[in-house]
């Protein structure tokens, strides 16, 4: 799962440039986002508590490349992250605190490579405390909407390590297809590990003839 930091990403506009595929050019994202339960938004001062409360955990970050957030880490952890609003140049990320009931419950990104290729990498980290609820699905969600209709992305796709059966469900949740497992890809945590990379192209998505206004979504 990518762990972009957000130092590189402040100021510029939101405009995402001309896609690649001389599809009309798209507004950049508006933020915050809401959905039925949860608020996505950009991270602020004062989030602290919350992203240890599980960040903090080894069984969070087990099968991410991060380490348990130290407790004297979590204001840069927030100022890494602050600026990464937009995706307009390559290589930039949007990271967002998923809030519910004015609680930080995790965090989601989303970032591109190479801007020409449209491109979308997500990702995700949720407090345990509250998994099973479908929360992480519904941000995810959202961030498929962002993706396809306000970043004009052609292929939304993940990288998750094989073991992690709870991210490999949510992908299929989301109607992502898994297209490659790599063995020992990668040095992973001390031992070689495996990658399984599942992915949806803007075509295959469920909502993508639905034209939905922009300003329903940023309420
Ligand atoms: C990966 C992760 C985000 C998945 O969280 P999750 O809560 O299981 O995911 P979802 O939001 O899709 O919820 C699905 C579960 O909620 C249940 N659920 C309850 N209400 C639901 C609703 N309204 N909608 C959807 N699912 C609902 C589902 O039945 C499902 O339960 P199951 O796992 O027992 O089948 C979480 O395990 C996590 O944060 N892990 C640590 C970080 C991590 O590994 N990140 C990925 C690195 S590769």
């Known amino acids: 799962m990518p762990e972009p930091t957000g130092a590189d990403q402040a100021g510029g506009g939101l405009t995402a440039p001309e896609p690649a595929s001389g599809r009309p050019g798209r507004t950049g994202p508006g933020l915050p986002r809401r959905t039925e339960r949860l608020l996505l938004r950009p991270f602020r001062h004062g989030d602290e508590a919350d992203v240890l409360a599980y960040r903090s955990r080894e069984d ?95 292929r939304a796709w993940a990288q998750i390590d094989p073991r992690n059966r709870a991210s490999a469900r949510l992908c299929e949740r989301l109607g992502m297809r898994k297209e490659a497992h790599f063995v020992q890809d990668m040095w992973f945590k001390g031992a070689w590990g495996d990658t399984t990379i599942y992915a949806l192209l803007a075509a295959e998505w469920p909502d993508s003839s639905g034209d939905r206004s922009m300003s329903e979504r940023h309420r």
Do not use: K
């Not at 290589?91 to 190479?114: C, F, K, P, S, Y």
């Not at 801007?115 to 959202?142: C, K, M, S, T, V």
């Open 60 to 154: 969070v970050v087990r099968y991410m490349h991060a380490e348990p957030l130290p407790e004297d880490a979590a204001e840069a952890f927030i100022a890494e992250r602050l600026g990464a609003t937009q995706i307009a140049a390559d290589n930039d990320g949007i990271i967002l605190a998923v809030e519910h009931d004015g609680r930080v419950i995790g965090d989601v990104v989303i970032r591109t490579g190479q801007l020409a290729d449209r491109q979308a990498e997500i990702g995700w980290a949720f407090n345990p405390e509250y998994h099973g609820r479908g929360f992480a699905a519904e941000a995810a969600r959202e961030l498929l909407v962002l993706a396809f209709c306000d970043l004009g992305m052609h």
